[in-house]
């Protein structure tokens, strides 16, 4: 049977991130993409010109449809906007005990939009990452969660170790925001052990829904079954090989590309993945 995945998000009409770019992921990956969509957002390459909450009732019913008569093998979380949101995520996760459960706290799109409103915050630290099988933040998402500097390598293995100590199995600190280097290294820690996924930086403005894309893809790998670090480097595969390909369209960051991982074989990409 096709493994299935739930994604609740904020859908991108401009087709790059949110919502669209995890059902095309889930597509790509062979797995079963369902949908609770949490806020419509007016959206293109050059910045996020409208917001629209799905109301409570709207975003609580979706997903007990989807889980009353499908089921599901794991959950991503995206944008989630406000604290209510967060809240009815959280007695859903304890409710139906989803296997996997990976949260990206989406925060602010690339373009600068507010996606998750300030008073959600405490929410989302103490009610949902708690219960997440792996967090995905990126650097400036987790200097807000932490409230440390992260200007170093050994500060962000510390702000890994404080995000890990907030309940998570693991967190997954991605590298996209690196400006001082030639390479990127996303660092997991699963409470025993940090890996290191690098990789050279590409030189690119078309990074719009790198996170989602990425975020769901793990999210499609724990579907299928596979072990968390090999779910990890399967999907940074998948994700580099996006962006490598990523596309030129309209007049801002254009969207990755779903499908460059279908012209490659799987050892592509030669990942160091450094255990201490
Ligand atoms: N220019 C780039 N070159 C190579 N990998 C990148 C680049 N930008 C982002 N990535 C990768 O894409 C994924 C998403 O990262 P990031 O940009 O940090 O997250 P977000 O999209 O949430 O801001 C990570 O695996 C990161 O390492
Ligand atoms: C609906 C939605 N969800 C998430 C993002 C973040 O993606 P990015 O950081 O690439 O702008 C976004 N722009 N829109």
Redesign the pocket.
């Known amino acids: 049977m096709l493994p299935k995945a739930l994604t609740i998000a904020g859908s991108d009409s401009g087709g790059g991130a949110g919502i669209q770019a995890d059902l095309k992921t889930f597509q790509e990956l062979n797995v079963f993409g369902m949908s609770a969509i949490t806020a419509i957002t007016a959206q293109n390459t050059i910045g996020v010109q409208g917001v629209f909450p799905v109301d409570l009732k709207g975003v609580e019913q979706q997903i007990t449809s989807v889980m009353d008569d499908i089921g599901t093998d794991a959950v991503k979380t995206g944008m989630l906007l406000n604290r209510d949101i967060i809240e009815i995520v959280s007695e859903k996760a304890d409710h139906y005990r989803w296997p996997y459960l990976v949260v ?1 706290p989406v925060m602010i799109s ?1 373009s600068g939009s507010k996606l998750l409103h300030e008073e959600a915050m405490d929410a989302l630290i103490h009610k949902l990452i708690p219960k997440a099988t792996i967090i995905t933040p ?2 400036p998402e987790a200097k807000v969660i932490t409230g440390m500097n992260l200007s170093t390598f050994e500060d962000r293995k510390s702000a890994v170790k404080e995000l890990h100590k907030l309940g998570p199995q693991a967190v997954l600190l ?4 690196e400006e001082n280097s030639d390479h ?1 290294v ?1 660092i997991l820690f699963d409470g025993e052990t940090f890996y290191y996924f690098t ?1 050279p ?2 030189n ?1 403005i078309h ?1 719009h829904g ?2 989602c894309t ?1 975020a769901a893809a793990i999210t499609a790998n724990l579907a299928k079954g596979l072990p968390l670090t090999k779910a990890i480097h399967e999907a ?1 595969s998948f ?2 090989l996006a ?1 490598v390909h990523g596309f030129s369209l309209g007049e801002g960051p254009g969207p990755t590309n779903h499908s460059a991982h279908r012209f490659y074989s799987d050892s592509f990409l030669e990942l160091k993945v450094d255990t201490e």
């Open positions: 990206d690339t990126n650097i991605k590298g996209g925001h990127i996303d990789v930086k590409i690119t990074t790198t996170g990425y940074k994700i580099h962006i």
